[in-house]
């Protein structure tokens, strides 16, 4: 099936830095989701974007969605503790506009204090 | 609270064991899931149900059934538990591709 390949596997930041990471497809996305998951927790959406070239912020969250439609990116700014998790880039395959969802692998986040 | 129940939380099962995996949802969508979740590898999905009545494979349904139930309830059944079903199950809804809301997992050991 179709994969999205996100990137970084993993991070380890300091405390106040900001984070960026990307997710990457081969064929097009309608809706592109970025997602949370704390330890021992289902994911919590954060961002939710529909449409090429949509910037969306949620606080410290800023997503884009790409205009080539194959790709999305995460950024964090001013990090803190509580950030720690991994995130999960999401959408509907084969270019449909809702349904069921194609994840990435996840990048783990570790902020040190 | 609303959102997606599932239950139960933890399980540990002897190889050949059945069991159903529950999951409720009160947000009134009309699409349910079933996700596998295994370190590394994302969200895997395995059963999928666009609306009451109808129920689809997702990407990894072998040694797996689902029931949509009514529009409220999707069950995920294990009719022989095997140790490669040993995962974290996340069940999830939506309707009309807003609003995924997923529910706390199920951690499932089989041994």
């Known amino acids: 099936g179709q994969q999205l390949n996100q990137s970084p596997q993993s991070m380890f930041i300091q405390e106040g830095e900001d984070v960026s990471m990307n997710c990457t497809s081969s064929?097009?996305?309608?809706?592109w989701l970025w997602y949370k998951q704390d330890p021992g927790e289902g994911p919590v959406l954060l961002i939710a974007l529909y449409k090429a070239g949509e910037l969306t912020s949620n606080g410290r969250l800023t997503a884009q969605f790409g205009i080539t439609r194959k790709d999305s990116f995460l950024n964090i700014s001013a990090s803190i503790p509580s950030d720690v998790g991994i995130y999960f880039c999401?959408?509907?395959?084969?270019?449909?506009?809702?349904?069921?969802?194609?994840f990435g692998q996840g990048t783990i986040l570790t902020v040190h204090p | 609270n609303a959102g997606v129940t599932q239950t139960p939380k933890f399980q540990v099962l002897k190889t050949g064991q059945s069991m159903t995996l529950q999951c409720a949802q009160d947000?009134?969508?009309?699409?349910m899931y079933w996700y596998r979740q295994d370190p590394g590898m994302g969200l895997r999905l395995i059963y999928y149900?666009?609306?009451?009545?109808?129920?689809d494979k997702g990407e990894v349904p072998n040694g797996y059934n689902v029931s949509r139930l009514n529009k409220r309830e999707f069950s995920l059944r294990l009719e022989s538990a095997a140790p490669s079903q040993t995962s974290v199950y996340f069940c999830a809804s939506s309707e009309r591709g807003r609003g995924y809301t997923f529910g706390s997992g199920t951690r499932l050991t089989v041994v």
């Open positions: 149900s666009a609306s009451e009545g109808t129920t």
């Open positions: 999401a959408g509907p395959p084969g270019g449909t506009s809702y349904g069921k969802l194609t």
């Open positions: 947000m009134n969508h009309n699409s």
């Open positions: 064929s097009i996305f309608n809706t």
